[in-house]
Each structure stands twice: as structure tokens, then as C-alpha cells.
């Protein structure tokens, strides 16, 4: 295997540490947790995390405007409920905190047993379950994908604009109800623990519908230029979001050049501009990645003001941009 | 071959229109050449550029502080002179116009054939090269690699003091004799027009010495732990720069997923440490790239409070970071 590392029991360990020596203004107060450098001492404090290998998130996101704690896990493994205590109470205020969780078995059992764990110290504390991943049919078994980060930047915006730790939840929950995300793949990715690909495609194949643990897709096809792969992406959104206004977010998966997010974004605009959408604004590049997999992911939101104001105030994250 | 895109004939036309939905403070005037929405009226404007696959380089730097224009040929293809010409013409104040050319046989000509021209129509033009990559033992070879990216901040920084054209010249041919770069590859760059990989390379091998244009480097050698590659990187720019006071930039070639060049930091940061340097400034992350090339790149500049203050500085650029 080859990979830019030294350990690989220590990939994450490490990892944390050279994030600390890119940006001062995060700390590290154990191997698996990154908080701000100067804690919020007013507003709900905001904690999420998972396995690692999403990079940048979640530890990118933890700054003003955004996360106060980011729990980072080994590679694609749910950090353990201690760690996750640790975050909550580190960045805890007197408002209480909110945890952002992505809907994965591990993530949700885990956190909501910190979540408990916290409640039973006195810390007032609650969670809400992102699931924007629409290539999983039924809605309660549905991935948090990329719409994630999308939920982080809303909800510190809230938080910095006063609203209680009730209210952030119920306005949360009804915009995670409204985030709709899908995904492709041309290349896996190589986990480094393992050693292995996350699955084999052959030479002329796509996935379509991947998650972000290097998992396969719903199912494979033969690669096709890009605007049919947006067609195809988009008949699936379509079948979920009926507005015509809407909050566009394409995700690079990792190993994905620039270049070809710009091309992606060049034929998803001619395909709007087409079928007569409205694009408020595009986000475009890695935020919720999967390692070294080659691929992108759309996701879409309808547009709100309140929704555009979130993601255009300022956060000093780099990573949101 | 795999690649998100449509057209390979394409490929730098479909991306530059990505870029401007992405991006809306720049405009796209040809299928090669992106400028500042907002032109500059005063102050040398700078212009940069080579072929693609660099991206964010160039036209991710053509931003307020940076760079006015972007020349963008084909993939790993110098831009030609009439398309370079436009640019200038475009951008050019009375103050004149830097070309900031990478050391390419093929950029060399092509840009110093524009500048003649530009002159020859009486726009006031010069043009510095940049020659950073220490892996070229005859230092009038050597080509310019992620270097160039930091030649393009001081540049607009001195721009927007009110430097000009000959001391900004000066200035940066000095700067230039200090920056030196040294980079490697894990895996190599798959090429869109061509659809071949940049070179083949072995299970258990890396290459030391890589360009950015999806060549061999110097020596291939069986992959180490990250601390040996750091070791073999800086011996060689050790023997370049003496000054133990330093401003670093560890650029990712492409596909280098977050987690690893943040590992690379860590790693870099606990070898400097323990040989005494003291690093002022670091940037980590995807400046240069060569399309989808696995590996890094180590950058060193001499520190001096005026290249800092210069870094520091403001620009729109969200690549910049």
C-alpha cells in the first residue's frame, strides 16, 4: 500500500497534530478531539464528528461560525462515547449543546449515548440526525453525506444569532428534512488501516449512489460523459425536491482534480439553465470527502433566505468557501 | 479512460465556464484567458499563466491581491502568444504589466513573444521567470513549480503598495532567487487529452524530483515512512537555503487527500523542530497541482518581514489560505 503516512495506528493521531501546525486558532485536546482555541462562552456550543478520512470535515469546520468541537474517530470508525463526552464537556456554555449527528449506526449510538452521559452531569444537551444521502429509498435508513456541512454552517448561524438550544434543534431538524444529496464514483479509495480499496470497479465503470466509507454504490454502470451522469444525478433529486429555486453544493470526494469540479459545475449549470432552475448559489469543491476516491456528489437545497444568509456569513473556516 | 468531463477537446474551455459559475468576481474573455471582473485601474497589473492542469493555478490566483490575468492553454500546453497578447491587452494600466512566467521552454517563448508584442503596441511590459525546483541541478534549467504561487502574492502585493513596474521587477527576480521547491509522487497524473498516465511507477515506488507536467522525476526509490521522505526531500533543499528562519508551503499535487498533506505537516513540523529551524508561516494544502498526481511538494523561503507581511496581506482569493 502506499499512502503519505508513518504509522498507520497513528494515521489519525497524526493527522490532528498537522492540522493544529495549518491553523492556530484549533486545539487538540486528545488524540480524537480538535476544539477552537478560544471557546465560545455565550450561544449553543456545537459538536459533531464521525470516522475520519472525511477531511476537511469535520475538523476544517470547527471555527467561529461553525462547530466549536469536532469528535474525529480512526478512519470510517465512529468515535467511542468518552471521546465524545470529552467535546461536550470541553466547549459546553450555560445554553447547553447541540450535536450533529450523520446517520450511521455507530455515529448515532455512540453519540447519543455521550449525549446522556452529558444530560446526567447537568449539561443540557441535544442531538439531531443528518440523512440527506437519497440513494438509500427508505428515509430513515438514509446516509448523512456531504449536506452535513451545509447543516454545521446553519446551525452556527443560529447559535450566533441567539436562538436557544430548543429552537436551533426544531429549525435544524426541518432543514435537514429539506437537504437532499447523491453521489458518484470512478475511482475508490484505498483505506489506509486496511490496505484494501474500499471496492473494485473496472476500467470502464461507474458507481452510482456511493456513500463516504469507501463503500460500493446501488449499482454500476458504464461511464458516460458528464452531462449524462448529471442527467442521471438529477432524476434522482428531481424525485425529492420540487422547487425550482435552490442552494447548490457539489462535492468533490477527494482525489478529484479541480479541473474536473469545474467541469462538473460548467454542465450542471447548463442542465439547470435548461429544465428552467434557479441557482441562488454554488458551493463547489471537497468538503465531505472519502479519502483518495475519485468521484463528486450533488447536493441540493431549496432556496430560503434565512437558509442563504446562514452560508454567507462569515466563519474563518478556509474550508468553507 | 476515466475522467469526469465531456469533450477532451474541451476540457480547459468547459472548465474556465466552471470556474466563472464557481467564481463570480472573474470573467472568462476566450476560451484561454480569465481576468478580474473588476479591472484594475491603478498599479502594475500582473499576468500569469502556462498551460492547464494546475489547478487552482493560475486563474484560482486572479483575485484583488493577486494576479489581474490568467493565460490557460490546453492541458500541460503553453498558451500561445496571441492569447497571452489578449490578456495583457486587457488588463494593462498605465503603470504597465508583469508577465510571471514558469520556467518552460515553451511558456518562456510564448510569453516573452506577448511581451514584444504588447511592447510593439506601446504597452509598457516585463516579465520575470520562475525557477524553484531544486531537483534540476543547473539552476538556469530549472523549472518553476508551486514557488511560482507565492511569486504571485509578493508580486500583487508590491502591486497594491504602488511599486512600479521596474522595482516590482527588481524586487521579485530577487525574491525568486530565494524560493526553492522539491517534490515527489505516490502515483502519477492521468492526462484527459491523451489518456495516458504521466509515467508508470511500481506497487512499492515512489519518484523524487517529479515536475508538474505528469513527468518522471529524478530517481525512483521504494516508498518510505513519511519521516525518511521528508529527510530525503529537505537534505537536498538544505544544500539550497542556509537561513534557519523559514516560511513553508507544503503543496499537494492533486489527489493528495486532506488527511495526508496534514499528516505531512505534522511530520515536516517535527523535523524542523528538531533540527532547530524556525518556521514563521506555513501553507498546506492544493496550490499547484499536476491533475490527478498523488504526492507533495516542500516549498522554502528565506523568512523576511516584507515576503511575511506580503503572504499576510489580503486577497479574494479562497485558494490562497
Redesign the interface.
Known sequence: M??????KTQ?VA??????K??DNSVDVISDNVIVRSKLKTKGVALVSGGG??H??AHA?FVADGMLDAAVCGEVFTSPTPDKILDAIKHVATEEGVLLIIKNYAGDVMNFEMAQEMAEMEGISCQSVIVRDDISIDNEQDRRGVAGTVLVHKYAGYLSDNGYNLADIKEKVEAFIEKVKTIGMA??PCLVPTTGQYGFDLE??Q?EIGIGIHGERGIYQEK?E???G?IKRLMNELEKEISEKSLIVMINGM??????????????F?EYVNEKGFDIKK?F?G?YM?A??M???SITLVPYDQEYLDAFNAPTVS?YF?
Open positions: 502506499k499512502k503519505l503516512m508513518n504509522e494515521f497524526d493527522m490532528l497534530k498537522g492540522i501546525i495549518m475520519s478520512g477531511e476537511p476544517g470512478i475511482y476500467d470502464d461507474m461511464i460523459p458528464i452531462p451522469i477527494g482525489a478529484t482534480p479541480d479541473s474536473e469540479l469545474a467541469i462538473v459545475a460548467n454542465y449549470n454554488y463547489v471537497n470527502t479519502l483518495d475519485q468521484g463528486f478556509k468557501k
